[in-house]
C-alpha cells in the first residue's frame, strides 16, 4: 500500500513509526488521521459538495473513537484537529 | 447532487488529492490506486499548477453516501488511506500541497476553476514546502511515574490511622502533580530544543490515550516543517533525546518523514482568498520569499 515510493528520487516520504527509533512498518493511521482530517487546503470555493466541512470530520472521528471504546469523547472534542 | 455533467452511464464525481507545479510522472500515477472504487488517477492543468485527480463514482461519494461511509471506521481508514495514496502518488516530481481528505469536484471544470483562482496562494505554498518534510513528533509521559509512587507508601506498617491515611494519600497525590509537572516542562523542552531545528512547527491535538493505547497521557502532538538540509541534525537531535536521559519524566515518538500535510495550508480562513488573496503578509511576496518560517509556528 504505501510502502517505500520507489519513484521518488532521493529518500522516500514514508512515514515511519515504532519503538525502534526511525523503523519503518507503513503509515500509522492516528498519524494519519491527525493530517488528512486536520490539514490540507481547503479549496472550497467551488466544491459542489461540502465534504471537506469540518463538521462530518467531526461525526467521523466519532465514529472512529466510539468503536474503539464508546464511553470515551473525542480527543478533538468541538473544533475539530486544529 | 444534481446537475452533474455529461459523462458515462455512472455518474461520477472529481475527487482532487492534491497540487504539484510540475506533472507527476504518468506511469508512476497509472501504478498508484486511489479509491479503490474509482477510476485511474490523472492530472488536469490549472493555470501554470496541476491537480492529481481521480473520478469515483456518485452513488458512493455524494454527500449522503460519503457521510455514511465515513462513520464506519473500516471505511474511514480506508478513505484515509486512499487520499494518501493518492497524495503520495502525485509527489513524486517536487513539491505537493495536500487537499484536505474527500475534496470532490462535479466535474473537472469546477476543480480547474478551484486551483487557478487560488493559483498565488497555492504557488506560495509549492514554494514554502519545496525540500521540505514533516515530522511528527509525540511525547507522552513516562508510564511509570504514577504507579511506581502508588506502591511505595508500604513502608507504613505502623501508621494505620485515618490520619496517617490521609497523609499519605495526599502525599501521593503530591507526587502525581509533581510528576506530571515535571514531565511537561521536559516535553516543553523537546520541544525547544526540536525547534531548532524545524523552519516551523504546529501543535495537533493529543491524541486521547484509547488512540495511542497507552496507559500515560499525551503531553504533545507536534508536527515539524524540516529542511531537507535539516534532516540528519533534526533526527540526530530526537536520537541523543531518547538517548541521553535527560528527559526521563517523558516518551518521545516520531513518525515521519511525512509530505507535509500540515503546512499545507493558509491560516484561519481560507475564503478570504476570494477577495483579500489571503494573508497580506504571507501571499504579497510569495515568489521571492519562500521561507517564510513564521507561518505555521504557532502553538
Not at chain 1, 521518488?8 to 512515514?15: E, Y
Not at chain 2, 504518468?26 to 491537480?51: D, F, Q, S
Not at chain 2, 511515574?145 to 490511622?161: E, L, N, Y
Request: charged share 25%; aromatic share 4%.
Amino acid at each position: 500500500m504505501t510502502g517505500p515510493d520507489p519513484r521518488t528520487p532521493g529518500p522516500a516520504p514514508v512515514p515511519w513509526d515504532g519503538p525502534e527509533p526511525y523503523a519503518p512498518i507503513g503509515v500509522p493511521l492516528v498519524d494519519l488521521l491527525d493530517r488528512v482530517l486536520a490539514t490540507g487546503v481547503v479549496v472550497s470555493g467551488d466544491l459542489v459538495l461540502a465534504i471537506a466541512d469540518v463538521p462530518l470530520v467531526r461525526i467521523s472521528l466519532h465514529a472512529l473513537l466510539s468503536s474503539v471504546n464508546e464511553r470515551v469523547p473525542a480527543p478533538w472534542p468541538d473544533s475539530g484537529p486544529l | 447532487m444534481s446537475g452533474l455533467p455529461a459523462g458515462p452511464a455512472a455518474p461520477a464525481l472529481v475527487c482532487a488529492f492534491a497540487v504539484t507545479r510540475t506533472p507527476p510522472d504518468a506511469a508512476a500515477l497509472a501504478a498508484a490506486t486511489g479509491h479503490e472504487e474509482g477510476g485511474p488517477l490523472r492530472v488536469l492543468r490549472a493555470g501554470g499548477l496541476c491537480l492529481v485527480v481521480q473520478d469515483v463514482p456518485a452513488a458512493l461519494f455524494d454527500q449522503e453516501a460519503l457521510a455514511e461511509r465515513l462513520n464506519r471506521p473500516g471505511d474511514l481508514e480506508r478513505c484515509a488511506r486512499a487520499h494518501h495514496r493518492g497524495v503520495e502518488a502525485a509527489h513524486g516530481r517536487g513539491p505537493v500541497v495536500p487537499l484536505p481528505m474527500a475534496t470532490l469536484y462535479r466535474g473537472d471544470r469546477t476543480a480547474e476553476r478551484a486551483v487557478t483562482s487560488r493559483e498565488a496562494v497555492l504557488d506560495a505554498l509549492l514554494d514554502r514546502l519545496r525540500d521540505r518534510t514533516e515530522w511528527a513528533v509525540k511525547v507522552h509521559a513516562a508510564e511509570h511515574g504514577p504507579d511506581a509512587a502508588a506502591g511505595s507508601g508500604s513502608g507504613a506498617g505502623a501508621d494505620t490511622g485515618g490520619r496517617a491515611y490521609l497523609s499519605r494519600a495526599s502525599a501521593r497525590r503530591r507526587d502525581r502533580e509533581d510528576a506530571h509537572g515535571r514531565a511537561l516542562a521536559e516535553a516543553e523542552a523537546v520541544d525547544a530544543e526540536l525547534r531548532r531545528y524545524a523552519v516551523a512547527a504546529v501543535r495537533h491535538r493529543p491524541q486521547s490515550e484509547r488512540l495511542t493505547g497507552r496507559r500515560a497521557p499525551q503531553l504533545l502532538n507536534v508536527a515539524y516543517l524540516v529542511d531537507d538540509a535539516e534532516r540528519v541534525r533534526f533526527t540526530r537531535a530526537l536520537a541523543r533525546i531518547a538517548a541521553d536521559g535527560r528527559h526521563p519524566a517523558v516518551e518521545v515518538g516520531v513518525s515521519g518523514p511525512w509530505i507535509p500535510y500540515s503546512f499545507a495550508r493558509w491560516d484561519e480562513d481560507p475564503d478570504r482568498t476570494g477577495q483579500g488573496r489571503t494573508d497580506p503578509d504571507r501571499t504579497e511576496q510569495d515568489r521571492t520569499d519562500p521561507d517564510r518560517t513564521g507561518q505555521g509556528a504557532r502553538s
